[in-house]
């Protein structure tokens, strides 16, 4: 009776080695070689992951990954919807923002700040009209965009 079950898998668990000794390239024809060729090949891997994972952060932290945009409010000729995304948490930066924005004269109207595993910034900003005359109270998208950019590689620089 157990010798009939035994063979039955058989088939099976070779078929699982051959595999196992194909994906780990093992030139080994014993079980057990080939089970520890398989086990060096899996080690390899994770160390390629970690090394991979260190890249990754190492370029992360030198860079944040932005996304901006900057729109002119559909309500007003005078104010802008500034939204901005980065992946991880940027902790100082809402700092250099907000000095952006006191610099280009600009009231914020409306916020709504994330600063827990990413940064995110949503606002709504008009032009501030006490101190600004004539037509330099006009301001251009490109130019909070900019602004806005800036303001990210202060940060940046800062940072590191």
């Excluded at 668990?13 to 390239?25: A, D, G, P, T």
Aim: net charge negative; proline share 2%.
């Amino acid at each position: 009776m157990v010798s009939k079950r035994v063979q039955k898998k058989a088939p099976a668990v070779y078929q699982k080695l051959q595999s196992l000794r194909s994906i780990s390239n093992s030139p080994a024809h014993s079980n057990s070689s080939i089970i520890l060729d398989a086990t060096k090949y899996i080690q390899e891997l994770k160390q390629k992951v970690v090394e991979m994972n260190q890249e990754i952060m190492a370029g992360t932290a030198q860079k944040p990954f932005v996304q901006l945009k900057v729109e002119p409010r559909e309500e007003d000729q005078e104010g802008f919807e500034i939204k901005m995304f980065t992946e991880r948490c940027c902790t100082g930066l809402l700092v250099f923002v907000l000095e952006a924005f006191e610099e280009l004269g600009l009231d914020v109207l409306q916020a709504r700040i994330s600063c827990s595993n990413n940064f995110l910034l949503e606002a709504v900003a008009t032009i501030n009209n006490d101190n600004q005359s004539g037509d330099d109270h006009h301001k251009d998208v490109e130019v909070v965009r900019e602004a806005m950019l800036k303001a990210i590689q202060s940060w940046s620089e800062v940072s590191q």
